[in-house]
């Protein structure tokens, strides 16, 4: 168990709508990364908040944002879902910026 | 139709045999990598990490090993075990990067 928690762990739901996927970092941590891991593109980085600010952005889409609040957990949101949005969102952890990284379990978004 | 994914490399190992996972990274100014092991369903798990100012580190079961002359990165797992079947990714830092940068991944099978 890294600490990382991300709620929920499974999640169904049609084109067009909008999901909010949660990450709890582990204690102590300021910074949480998002990736998404889908079959075709590996384990790509979304973007990075460090204690409320937000510090990288990687390959995020316009329809997706995120947001990291003053108890230091954090939000994906993703709107306008398509189906090449199914894939699975990890959420992860560290002290510092961009050294060693602990990750949640993930949530895994299937978009019919 | 049939599904297009990335063709991860595969290393197929007998259980107690000796495993060695290799992985070339992109950016010369990088200076920390990370192994990762992630197994189906679940996050990705720090093994190891290196500094760049090193060639070598030692862990339990595992040594990495990085020649920054050609930009490789290597795993190597002892008496590799059922338990250690699992996807196995190499990650890039640059000194105050804000994201790790991972590989494509190697598959690793333990045969019994």
């Known amino acids: 168990d890294s600490g990382v928690t991300q709620t929920p762990k499974h999640l169904i739901t049609a084109t067009g709508q909008r999901v909010t996927l949660r990450c709890s970092p582990r204690?102590?941590?300021?910074?949480v990364y998002w990736y998404q891991q889908s079959l075709d593109q590996g384990l790509q980085f979304l973007i990075q908040?460090?204690?409320?600010?937000?510090?990288a952005k990687g390959n995020i889409l316009e329809r997706f944002s995120a947001q990291q609040f003053p108890d230091l957990h954090s939000e994906l949101n993703l709107s306008s879902l398509e189906l090449g949005d199914s894939a699975l969102y990890f959420c992860?952890?560290?002290?510092?910026?961009?050294?060693?990284?602990?990750f949640g379990p993930g949530t895994r978004l299937t978009v019919l | 139709g049939e599904s297009v994914g990335l063709h991860l490399p595969t290393l197929s190992v007998q259980e107690g045999d000796n495993s060695i996972i290799n992985c070339a990274y992109s950016?010369?100014?990088?200076?920390?990598f990370i192994w990762y092991k992630q197994e189906s369903g679940k996050g990705p798990q720090f093994i190891i990490d290196?500094?760049?100012?090193?060639d070598k580190r030692q862990g339990q079961r595992v040594t990495v090993l990085l020649n920054k002359t050609v930009k490789h990165l290597s795993l190597q797992i002892a008496a590799t075990q059922p338990g250690d079947s699992a996807v196995y990714f190499c990650?890039?830092?640059?000194?105050?990067?804000?994201?790790?940068?991972f590989g494509a991944g190697t598959i690793l099978r333990v045969k019994s």
């Open positions: 992860a952890s560290s002290v510092d910026s961009g050294r060693q990284q602990f």
């Open positions: 204690s102590g941590d300021l910074s």
């Open positions: 908040y460090y204690n409320g600010e937000e510090r």
């Open positions: 950016n010369s100014a990088s200076d920390y």
């Open positions: 290196i500094r760049s100012n090193m």
């Open positions: 990650a890039e830092n640059i000194e105050y990067g804000n994201k790790l940068v």
